[in-house]
Every structure is written in C-alpha cells, then in structure tokens.
C-alpha cells in the first residue's frame, strides 16, 4: 500500500503532523507514506523515520495548469491509494480525485466535494491535534501524541563536537530569536526586539555567570546575532546546517528561550524546558497543553515587542 500526505507550510507544520504520520504508520505498518510539502519544509523529515519519500510543491505559488499537470502525473505514477490533505482548498481534492486515489481523506468543509473520507474541523484546539483528526476519516479515533523526532546519530555526534567547541561542559542556555523571511514578508513580526533581549541576558550573566548563553543561528537570524556579538562578545554562537544537527544542539540546552519558531516545536519534540514568546499567534494553538516543560508568554497587543522582559525573566527564574 502507498499513502500519500498533503502537508502545505513550513518546518514548523510538518513537525506538528508528525503524530499525525506516526499513528498512520502504526496503523498500516507495511505501507509506504511519501508526504507533498514546500520545498521549504522538506528539510524538517531528516527526523522523521515514518515517511518512506518527500515530493514537493511549493503550494502557495502561482502555479499555471503546466505545474499542475507535472504535480498530477507525479502522483499518478506511485499510485497511491489513500491521500490526506491537511489544506482545506478543493482544487487540491479535485486533484487527487482526477487522480482516481479511492481514499481521499479532508476536513469536512462547504467546499470538500472531492473528499471520500471526510474528517471534522476543529480550529480551535492545538494544531498538532488538528491535523491529527484527519485520522478519523479513515476510523481511526485515538488521542493525538505529542509530538517526537528521531535525531541521526551523526547529527548527534556532531552536536558533541559543537559543544566541545564552544567548551559547554558544565550546560548552557540556548536563545533562539530570529524569524524565517517568509514570515517577516507577510508582515507576521515574529522578531523579539534586541532592546528586549538586552535585560534578560544581563540578568542571567549577573545571577550565572559559568552558565554560558548560546545563540542558535538559522539561516535567517544573521543580522540579529550580529547586533548581540556586537553589545556581548562573551555570547556564543552555534550555526547548525540542518534540522537534525540544531535539534540535537537543542536537546543538550538547560533551556532555551526563543520566539514561536521552527525551533520552539524541536524543543517541545526533544522535551527541553522551553519559554516561547508569542505576538500575534496563540500559544494555545501551538503548545502542547499540559506541558510542564514547555511555558509560553502571550503578548498583551499582538505586539512582540510589548512582551516586557522582567515577564520572561520571571519564568526563567520561578524554579
């Protein structure tokens, strides 16, 4: 059997279907499941062991029939015969149907026409456990875990070799607060301001000072990190060039404070103490709840910058 996932957005959304592909493989632990994603996400399945095949598409573009028609034979040639589509646009249903894929699994909206297997939306409710729903268009009603990655060995050693680089024997904090371009290009400020970061990274060199703060700079965070090298040379910086590399530098952090991010789901997948900071999005969405681990602070406008630093410091320190 081949099965086919639909997964639109970014790294931060595969992340959160991840429980989603883990109880489809359970379930049929013979078939094979390739997954259709941006090509910006199709970094985030080096730590996902479920999916056999990563095909892309970036769906968000302004695809002519010629796109379609490449997307269209693409799938026709693995015929597949279960699909899932987590986005909610019937073009996409019309596509699989013209497919002649039998089991076509989506939320059931005004519009899902194409769909054989509709399952119920919930917007309101945490998105990983969203996307897990699409589960009961196909009779399988479970509990959404949390959820979980598996980080390759290499990547793990060379996170070994990073810290012994940076000489992080005695544990360290990581600080993530950078922002993809893409998000920053929507208009969606997801960036903490360098002014905010300021206190909070003299309050905690003042009370441990042998602990030191790593920065994690992704592909995008460069002039942030910049700007803090400038005002604290004492900081350290570690550039991870793939997901599995930053997710183990992630793993062996005391804590991380960083921004609602790729990032923030790699830490609450490898179960580090983690505070999120969130402007517009909503934490509740994007948290697993009850999570001890896992603490975020909403801003009070929407506004990234209006979340006071003496707010994230008292998480920091509540312990």
């Not at 595969?14 to 379930?27: C, G, H, N």
């Not at 990655?149 to 050693?157: H, L, M």
């Not at 003299?202 to 009370?207: A, L, N, T, Y």
């Not at 992704?218 to 700007?227: F, I, K, L, N, Q």
């Amino acid at each position: 059997m081949r099965i086919l996932a639909l997964v639109p957005g970014g790294v931060g959304d595969q992340i959160l279907f991840f429980p989603t592909l883990a109880d489809l493989k359970e379930r049929y632990p013979e078939a094979m499941i390739d997954v259709l994603v941006e090509p910006r996400a199709k970094a985030a399945y080096r730590v996902c062991p479920q999916v056999h095949e990563v095909l892309t598409f970036d769906f968000k573009d302004r695809n002519g029939p010629a796109d379609y028609l490449n997307i269209l034979g693409t799938i026709r040639d693995r015929e597949y015969e279960i699909a899932l589509s987590l986005g909610k646009n019937w073009a996409v249903g019309f596509l699989l149907w013209l497919n002649g894929i039998p089991t076509r699994v989506g939320y059931k909206t005004a519009t899902s026409w194409f769909i054989s297997n509709p399952a119920p939306l919930n917007e309101n409710q945490y998105a990983a456990a969203l996307y897990h729903d699409l589960l009961k268009g196909l009779g399988i009603d479970t509990d959404c875990p949390s959820p979980s990655i598996t980080v390759p060995n290499g990547d793990i050693q060379w996170a070994e070799g990073e810290q012994k680089r940076l000489d992080l024997t005695e544990g360290y904090i990581l600080i993530h607060g950078g922002a993809s371009q893409l998000s920053q290009a929507k208009g969606i400020n997801k960036l903490y301001p360098v002014a905010n970061w300021q206190p909070i990274i003299e309050d905690i060199q003042s009370k441990q000072p042998n602990l030191p703060i790593v920065l994690l700079q992704g592909p995008d965070d460069a002039p942030w990190v910049t700007e803090l090298i400038a005002l604290y040379p004492a900081l350290k910086v570690t550039r991870p060039e793939d997901i599995g590399k930053a997710a183990a530098m992630i793993a062996g952090a005391n804590l991380m404070v960083c921004t609602d991010s790729a990032p923030m789901h790699l830490a609450a997948a490898v179960g580090t103490y983690t505070i999120a900071l969130f402007g517009a999005t909503h934490a509740e969405k994007l948290l697993p709840p009850k999570n001890d681990k896992l603490i975020g602070i909403q801003s009070p406008t929407g506004e990234m910058a209006d979340i006071q630093p003496k707010d994230v410091l008292a998480q920091i320190w509540r312990g």
